[in-house]
């Protein structure tokens, strides 16, 4: 199921990034005193009240400018609020309204989405006499806040939850929705195009809604799924390095509606930062993953060329090594037919439960070979363990001392786990008891 998005802008240096940090529960953006330090979004998930939601930092919009750094990020704002459910407009108490408010304003109007308007630095009681100034953007009530004092922000977090639209009913038919990521002129379009060309049984086009991308349902033997295409940029942005940064909004949606990602990467280039960014995103969500090695065609060959290419790609990507890859060309169509037979398995290992008494006849053998470790002469004591979720995978184990579990025993348990139950293309969740403590995953 996709999180809500919730896009957050305003004018540079009016306290976004902060704002976020706040909400987000950690220093994810940075926060220093100079207009248009957050040249990119950033990303991260939120909850509350216990609704997941997904939060976008964005650059301050300067809605005039001729600076080109200013209106890129102008441009990446108007992409987020493309995209978002909810948007948080941010204005700084202490300068009062602005001109650039007011453009600002009528921008955001013309989204015809929720906008909840935001009055930062309010850091002392009272308001200021120019507060009222603010009813005129049009934008309804102004919500006084203090991001730095964290003042109001427990009543923005539940006007923000309860303008979620109502989420869908899960899709009953079960169809495998399968996206296509990656960096702009990878050949995520070739992609699309030859998949759709081999499995032709193609059922409708549907307009992604707001999400900026095209899902075609498409059926492949007995099988159902869905092809989430992010590779249109209708952006006026002229193609040179900077669109690079708009890939990986476009990419967030995408990911949250699917069940696998294909990360497309380009063999001519090798792993990129971007390709690392979108990565992690697919990766801390949980999704199936599939590295898609296009243009294998445009280079050259020797006796180790694709090991020697697997092994820096895994050097790279260290954090997703469960994940398998196909080196394809999309114009040739070399390997086109393994994509979609590795997402279907991938999607059915991402599902799959194992039985509680196998997994601890596991946990036993694998402490048996590699014992618990200790601090100060206390062991750490595994009392059982089940599994809890799926889509992804998720574990918990019922444990003395929670402290106690190093990151690299649970490393080592994981790969136990998958030695023996595969997992390929899907991470593993693992979540630690305490005596007591109650799974509420």
């Not at 060309?329 to 059915?348: F, G, H, P, Y």
């Not at 048996?368 to 809890?388: E, F, R, W």
């Amino acid at each position: 199921m996709s999180k809500p998005i919730v896009a957050v802008v305003g004018r540079p240096n009016v306290g976004k990034s902060t704002f976020f940090n706040k909400i987000v529960g950690r220093r994810v953006s940075i926060v220093e005193d100079t207009p248009g330090v957050t040249r990119d979004r950033i990303y991260a998930e939120a909850e509350w009240r216990g609704i997941q939601f997904a939060l976008i930092d964005t650059g301050g919009i300067d809605p005039n400018t001729k600076d080109v750094i200013l209106s890129q990020m102008r441009e990446q704002a108007e992409i987020a609020m493309d995209m978002a459910d909810v948007i948080l407009f941010i204005v700084d108490g202490k300068d009062g309204l602005t001109a650039s408010d007011r453009e600002v304003a009528n921008m955001l109007m013309r989204t015809g989405k929720k906008v909840i308007l935001l009055v930062n630095k309010i850091d002392n009681p009272g308001l200021p006499e120019d507060f009222y100034d603010f009813y005129e953007l049009g934008l309804g009530e102004p919500i006084p806040i203090s991001s730095v004092n964290m003042l109001n922000l427990g009543d923005v977090l539940d006007m923000i939850v309860d303008n979620f639209p109502e989420l869908p009913a899960e899709d009953e038919d079960e169809s495998v929705k399968i996206a296509v990521v990656g960096k702009p002129n990878v050949g995520k379009s070739s992609l699309i195009n030859a998949l759709l060309g081999e499995n032709r049984v193609i059922v409708s086009e549907i307009a992604g809604t707001t999400r900026d991308s095209i899902d075609t349902p498409f059926i492949k033997g007995d099988d159902k799924y869905v092809l989430i295409d992010t590779a249109g940029i209708r952006r006026k942005s002229k193609v040179n390095e900077h669109i690079e940064r708009y890939s990986v909004i476009r990419a967030i949606a995408a990911i949250e509606r699917c069940d696998v990602c294909l990360l497309m990467i380009d063999a001519t280039e090798g792993v990129t930062e971007q390709d690392k960014k979108i990565a992690g995103i697919a990766h801390e969500a949980g999704k199936g993953m599939i590295v898609v090695v296009n243009k294998w065609d445009l280079v050259e060959k020797e006796t180790n060329t694709m090991k020697e290419f697997q092994k820096d790609m895994a050097n790279e990507l260290q954090f997703m090594s469960y994940a398998p890859s196909v080196f394809i060309s999309a114009v040739t169509k070399q390997r086109l037919t393994n994509v979609i037979d590795m997402a279907k398995v991938v999607a059915e290992k991402r599902a799959m439960r194992i039985p509680t008494g196998q997994l601890n006849s596991l946990i036993i053998d694998a402490v048996m070979m590699n014992p618990t470790p200790s601090d100060k002469g206390k062991h750490l004591k595994i009392y059982y363990a089940t599994q809890v979720g799926v889509k992804p995978p998720l574990f918990s184990f019922q444990v003395n001392k929670r402290d106690l579990m190093h990151f690299s025993y649970a490393r080592y348990l994981e790969n136990k786990i998958r030695a023996a139950f595969g997992f390929e293309g899907t991470s593993i969740k693992f979540v630690f008891r305490e005596k007591g403590e109650k799974d509420n995953d």
